[in-house]
């Protein structure tokens, strides 16, 4: 197992990046240091004003010095037992700049060795050394070799950030690299700049840190609509359209959600008050039941119930069919009749039963029982005339018969109804979170996914 080495400012756990040439150099996850081997550094250093550092060697864990170089204009942390060198956020940039020379890593040949002693730092009126321009591929200015391969824990962790009540959300790390300079600004801006920045969101509100090689500074912002910096700046005309969704801009179904959840929630108490209404007034009252015989060797199949009464007012009837079918099937006509007016309604329903073993897990389709309902039926006397078709050589079923039974599927279909808006504006709400996130750390769908799925 690989030893472990923790930051000697933060004591946050170093992370190995492996670079060209076999070169591997260990960078802080946290405060974003470096820590180099001796040798490994491709530039001479001669280190004036020694002075013992305040930590030890994260290596050897043995005591450090705090050296300058180029007249006091980089500190650099040596180890006095095994020479490894630590570089605080930001000072390989400046060492950039102060040799021209943009691969720090690497391996000094023998003569730059020789020479790294009475290498003298440039006066302070003498001009830097140019620094090489930063070639921009793609959109994307390149990120530092001592940042290259570093994992980014963040996307890993996603943090989160609490600033008065308020919890931010982790959205994105990256480095960014000054590719060029226009304009006058408060500090030294220089092409070839990097800093760490981290950006944490709470939609409309957005909070982000940028760590430099001398400060780490928090700022908040809050998303405005193009509209309304257009107005604020008297801009002439309208803002362009917009394109895609920013980090903190606010997801305009977010505001919808808690009244269309709401109007669910007063719908669905209303059905199933109603629904609860009706089964309680409900008479439920069994008017009939009996048993039916049949056999294939029976000429005549149909057979006739006796006559039964249909009390009160018109309401549905409800038919339960229970069968001794078995690995069989069978479709019974039946016809409710009028004993007074021989006017009959007709109807009927499939019953069908298998089951058994398939490696060695049970199975079954189907139900040896049903059940119908007849809708609206008057008060009066009434018989059943019955006709099966089925593939047993015995069907034996019995018939119950029940008057003014409430429906159990017209509240699940209204409910189902009531629904659809919710998950209309539910599905529309994750759409614009999903592209949100696609362009952060945590992107809900990823394009390999996407890529796969065709």
């Known amino acids: 197992m690989a030893e472990t080495f923790n930051c000697p400012k933060c004591r946050a756990p170093l992370e190995e990046v492996r670079i060209s040439d076999g070169i591997v150099v260990r960078s802080c996850t946290a405060c974003f240091g470096v820590l180099y081997e001796a040798g490994d550094v491709a530039v001479p250093l001669n280190l004036i004003g020694a002075k013992p550092a305040r930590f030890d060697c994260p290596r050897c864990r043995r005591p450090m010095e705090t050296a300058t170089a180029y007249e006091g204009q980089i500190e650099v942390d040596r180890c006095l037992t095994c020479a490894a060198l630590w570089f605080d956020a930001g000072e390989i940039q400046i060492l950039r700049k102060l040799t021209g020379v943009e691969n720090i890593a690497g391996k000094r040949r023998e003569e730059d060795e020789q020479q790294a002693a009475p290498v003298a730092a440039p006066p302070a009126s003498a001009a830097l050394p140019p620094v090489p321009p930063v070639k921009v591929k793609d959109g994307k200015a390149p990120v530092p070799p001592e940042m290259e391969g570093a994992r980014n824990e963040d996307a890993e962790r996603s943090p989160t950030v609490t600033l008065d009540g308020r919890v931010y959300r982790h959205f994105q790390s990256s480095i960014p690299v000054t590719t060029s300079v226009l304009g006058e600004f408060p500090w030294v801006a220089s092409v070839g700049d990097a800093a760490r920045v981290r950006d944490f969101i709470s939609p409309p509100y957005m909070l982000s840190q940028e760590v430099t090689a001398t400060e780490s500074v928090w700022s908040a912002g809050e998303y405005l609509e193009p509209e309304e910096v257009w107005a604020a700046f008297s801009m002439p005309g309208s803002p362009p359209g917009k394109a895609g969704v920013a980090p903190a801009q606010p997801n305009p179904w977010a505001a919808e959600m808690p009244a269309v959840w709401r109007i669910f929630w007063i719908g669905a108490a209303v059905c199933i008050g109603i629904f609860g209404f009706f089964s309680a007034t409900a008479s439920q009252t069994k008017v009939y039941e009996g048993g039916f015989e049949f056999s294939s060797a029976d ?75 007849v809708p609206s039926v008057p008060a009066g006397r009434y018989y059943l005339r019955v006709e099966p078709e089925t593939d047993a050589p015995q069907l034996s079923f019995s018939v119950i018969v029940r008057r003014d039974v409430p429906l159990k599927r017209i509240p699940l279909i209204a409910l189902a109804l009531l629904l659809l808006p919710a998950v209309w504006a539910g599905m529309r709400h994750g759409a614009f979170e999903n592209t949100r996130w696609m362009e952060s750390d945590h992107p809900r769908t990823s394009s390999d996914d996407e890529e796969d799925d065709e």
């Open 299 to 373: 000429p005549e199949r149909s057979r006739v119930g006796e006559i039964f009464e249909v009390p009160g007012r018109s309401s549905n009837l409800q038919i339960t069919l229970d069968t001794n079918l078995n690995q069989r099937w069978a479709y019974v006509s039946m016809a409710l009749i009028d004993a007074e007016t021989d006017r009959a309604l007709d109807f009927g329903r499939e019953v069908s039963y298998y089951h058994g073993s398939d490696g060695g897990e049970s199975w079954s389709e189907g139900s040896n029982r049903a059940t119908l309902y």
